[in-house]
């Protein structure tokens, strides 16, 4: 069999017609909103599918994003605004609950002014205390909770020095501190109402009790319902943004949030308008919603590739901590043995993009790209060369046994048990399966329902998966293979590969303590860390992520589209609430 023999299509297209034509209409849950709740007009709702397990809401009661098992992108992500907002689409900084921030010239402290006269939806006031208490009480539980190591690397102490002023002491030089702090994608310190979080304990807290109109929140958006079945926000009377002029009252009244049952569901709701917007879909499954529902668009209106690059490359991750993945010569030989053109013909029908480097080629990143082209010509990351694996594992004492698979010196296979989730599980999970058996490395694929918890706590061998890493500098991308990253609870900016490098370590702490405006000398660090990482691969670098999500414009206009790029458009990211307050009635 030749490099290049065609891999089979699995006739995608086709199966996808055929399960589209066959499907009744989706029957959703929001049919059966709690019977006290007030009648809200179908033109008044929004009505998304996002997430879950197995169809179904397996964190419903979890609204303190902190508590272990919580997701903020599963609704928390309206509930707790952040001090700024940060469009990368836009390069943008919208602050929020602060007004203003400074820091000292040396980095090591930081002032920021809270604005006055918020309240939480309880009537207690929001203010500098709320600040100050969640930075401290993160500092203190560090690697217990999700952005604890980040904040105990940095904050000595925060303090309150009157009602709207916190003043954050470090122990080393922090500047991007407010930057982490600020909501973008993924990443974005969730502040909590010390009047309610204080005394609690913050890994089993809910902070969810419908009689005490509990969670509370600054926002525009209070929980009325929340079961394994849907999750409801209903829109406030008031919100203090309104009255600053900085957004108008969303013209949404009800927001209803469905678990993910599955593509052909989803594609046949929104098809039927029972849906405003989906979670990812295949490339292929676009042009039969677009033909059955002409008011369905995407990013790129209907044209491929039906989104938008992510800040998430997506990668085949094998877990370092265990033989034979523990080894840079096993993992670059099955990056060796891949070949991204046809996983990109065959996974996505064309629409994608190799990735090389774990951070996507956005403007403000692209000097770092520059910065080590010399580096990429010598390791490949996207080289297709089966010869080179060959050598590379002969090398490492593998032998072809009768099967003609690659074993070790003790009989034992190479065995590669790839686990995915989403839109990129199936769409490259299959074909990287046959990839990787074609040049005798044996290998299967599974989309467990608990993925999320297997690939945090480090349970499996291999795993299709992203970086939630740099948007503007490379500091985050560092950050994701820092030994101290390992093991955080639901973390999105994590050590997922399991990887250890002391050098590298203390260049990522360089990078830490220099400014982010600084391209110079994070150009020079970004190099040599990447003289250390390149050869090590920690792992295979696959495609870009697009996010490929359907809107609806029968009911609601002004999505972020290319051609009105505000901000980008999940509504599983921290900015949403941001797509929310734009969106107009059709």
Known sequence: MSDHSPILHTGRRDLIKVGLAAGAAALLPWHHARADLPPIARE?????????????????????????????????????????????????????????????????RLTIKTRPGIAWSDGTAFGAEDVAYTLNTLRDLGPKVRWGVDVQQAVEKAVASDADTVVIDFKIPAPRFFFFMTYKYDIGVYIVPKHIFGGQDWTTFKHFDLDKKWPITTGPWQVVDASPQQKLFDRRQTWWAVDRKLAPLPAVERNIWLPFAGEQQAAQALITNQLDAGTGMQPATFPTVFRQNPKIITHTGQASPYGYMDWWPISLYVNNERPPFDDKDVRWALSYYLDRKQLIEVGYLGANTPSKLPLPPYPPLLPYFDAVKDLLAKYDTNEFAPKKGDSLLTARGFKKDGGGFWADAQGKRLNVDIIGFGAAGPAMGPVLVEMLKRRGVEAGMALPPDFDSRFQKGEYDAAIYGHGGSVNEPYATLRLYQGASIAVPGAHQANFARWKNGEYDKLVDEAYVTAPDDTKKLSDIWRRAMEIWLPELPDIQLVQNYH?????????????????AYVNGAHWHLTFAMVLWSLQRA
Do not use: C
Not at 88 to 103: P, Q, R
Not at 548 to 564: A, D, L, Q, S, V
């Open 44 to 108: 008044r709702t929004m009505i998304l599918v996002w997430g879950g397990r197995e169809g179904r809401w397996v964190d419903w009661d979890l609204w303190n994003p902190y508590s272990i098992g919580s997701n903020h992108q599963n609704g928390p992500n309206l509930i707790y605004e952040p001090l700024a907002y940060y469009s990368a689409f836009a390069d943008k900084t919208h602050m929020w609950l602060a007004e203003s921030y400074a820091f000292a010239p040396d980095f090591k």
């Open 548 to 564: 490929r999500i359907p809107w609806n414009t029968t009911y609601w206009n002004n999505w972020p589209t290319e051609e009105n």
